[in-house]
């Protein structure tokens, strides 16, 4: 298996644009999460979907964050208006159904750079 | 609520002595532990995790962490430390089916 996909891999934008981060989870994961990773507030879960559904969206900052998952091998993660304190590496990762105790698969993530 | 602490930002240890990076926790119920490593660019890597029964963990590239329920630690531990084995270490905790919290990660660094 490839492992949890991820793109664009960089992305530089302007302010006030929208951007759009890409997952793949691995195949027969049905727990999908999405995560933000800054210096000063280290690792933040934002969202996580089981089955496409999404279960808890409390860490998303903003209204201006959205995110899908249409189907179990896609989700996006949108930001509308994008702006300078989203800079941040967003990581997908993914854990297989069962017990509590199965660990998640990080993606490489997606360093975002907003101007 | 869930939490992790570790309370070092940086350890720094010689090529071939021992290293510890340190965690403890807090959560209700019986807790399932894990240990992440990240190197730079890359996203967090599984290196070994405790969900119950023995309370030394054994895991990949030679690390092994001790579950201590009395100190509620989950200390990582390797009895010889690589200059590869530099990169930033995360403890996470999850209580029952809640989700992962993690720490604030541990740079280590090894040096030759």
């Known amino acids: 298996d490839a492992g949890v996909i991820q793109s664009p891999r960089h992305e530089v934008t302007e302010m006030g644009q929208e951007v759009t981060l890409r997952c793949k989870p691995i195949?027969?994961?049905?727990?999908l999460f999405w995560y933000r990773q800054t210096m000063m507030r280290g690792l933040e879960l934002l969202i996580y979907?089981?089955?496409?559904?999404?279960?808890?969206d409390s860490g998303m900052p903003e209204d201006r964050f959205s995110a899908k998952m249409p189907n179990a091998s896609f989700s996006t993660l949108k930001i509308q208006p994008s702006e300078p304190r989203d800079s941040a590496v967003y990581f997908c990762?993914?854990?297989?159904?069962?017990?509590?105790?199965?660990?998640?698969?990080f993606g490489p993530g997606t360093r975002l750079t907003v101007l | 609520a869930q939490s992790v602490a570790q309370p070092e930002d940086q350890v720094k240890v010689a090529e071939g002595n021992p290293l510890t990076v340190k965690c403890t926790y807090s959560v209700s119920g019986n807790p399932y532990l894990f240990w992440y490593v990240q190197y730079p660019n890359r996203g967090l890597q599984f290196l070994l995790k405790?969900?119950?029964?023995?309370?030394l963990v054994k895991g990949s590239y030679g690390f092994e962490a001790e579950f201590n329920k009395s100190q509620t630690s989950f200390h990582l531990k390797k009895p010889s430390a690589l200059v590869s084995d530099s990169a930033l270490y995360f403890c996470?905790?999850?209580?029952?089916?809640?989700?992962?919290?993690f720490g604030k990660g541990t740079m280590l660094l090894v040096s030759p």
């Open positions: 979907f089981n089955n496409n559904v999404p279960i808890d």
């Open positions: 195949s027969g994961h049905d727990y």
């Open positions: 405790y969900i119950t029964g023995d309370n």
């Open positions: 990762a993914s854990s297989s159904p069962g017990t509590s105790g199965n660990e998640q698969f």
């Open positions: 996470a905790v999850r209580g029952g089916y809640s989700t992962l919290t």
